[in-house]
């Protein structure tokens, strides 16, 4: 089954802890991205890759990382630096060059308390 | 600077009513634009997009440089329209720019 997969599904933290939410993909797509979604604000981006062993911080990268040490997977920490961490979090690929979609993740929503 | 605007929140219609939702950009070189739509409890996924000028679910979206904008219509909403509904620009880094969303909600 070719797709995007993250997990989990929920997940829940206390205060303080860093969390780690995954995401592979089997497409062979270049390019992944992480985006929060919250309520009236749409899907803001955080962090985004176009190959292997290279990423962007998107608007709000403040208090996540992330690593591409693998074309599939693309996983991304929230840290405890991050100052509202509670959210969902969802993860895309694409394919680079013109007129191509993204592909997304079921979502990781996240829970901190 | 690239951002994307979507005026309305919420938008109630009858069933089969017109909708139109609305989608403004600004970018300053020639955007790729999409809608993506997302049904209750399943993912994101593309609706369409404006460089294929097609028809999907009978909507519709024209790309009007002038206005920056790029509404998306359909003659007559069905039930099953009912989602969340996001317009997308791709420009400078090739990242992908939403906007705020609407939730179409139509009514029996």
């Known amino acids: 089954d070719g797709g995007i997969t993250q997990s989990p599904k929920y997940l829940f933290r206390k205060e303080g802890q860093n969390v780690t939410l995954s995401c592979e993909q089997n497409?062979?797509?270049?390019?992944m991205y992480w985006y929060r979604q919250d309520p009236g604000q749409g899907l803001r981006l955080i962090y985004y890759?176009?190959?292997?062993?290279?990423?962007q911080k998107g608007d709000i990268a403040e208090g996540y990382s992330v690593s591409r040490e693998k074309k599939e997977s693309f996983p991304l920490t929230v840290t405890s630096a991050q100052k509202n961490p509670t959210a969902f979090y969802l993860c895309?690929?694409?394919?680079?060059?013109?007129?191509?979609?993204?592909?997304f993740g079921q979502g990781t929503r996240l829970t901190v308390v | 600077a690239q951002r994307v605007t979507q005026p309305e929140k919420l938008l109630s219609v009858f069933k089969g009513a017109p909708v139109e939702l609305k989608c403004n950009y600004s970018?300053?070189?020639?955007?790729?634009l999409f809608w993506y739509v997302q049904y209750s409890r399943q993912r994101l996924q593309l609706l369409l997009r404006?460089?294929s000028r097609e028809s999907i679910k009978g909507f519709t979206a024209d790309l009007n440089k002038g206005e920056t904008s790029f509404h998306l219509k359909k003659p007559f909403a069905q039930e099953e329209d009912s989602a969340m509904y996001y317009c997308?620009?791709?420009?400078?880094?090739?990242?992908?720019?939403f906007g705020p969303g609407t939730r179409l909600s139509v009514l029996p």
């Open positions: 404006h460089i």
């Open positions: 997308a620009l791709r420009g400078y880094g090739q990242n992908f720019v």
């Open positions: 970018y300053s070189g020639s955007p790729e």
């Open positions: 890759s176009q190959i292997v062993n290279d990423f």
């Open positions: 895309a690929s694409s394919p680079t060059g013109e007129s191509t979609e993204a592909f």
């Open positions: 497409l062979n797509h270049d390019a």
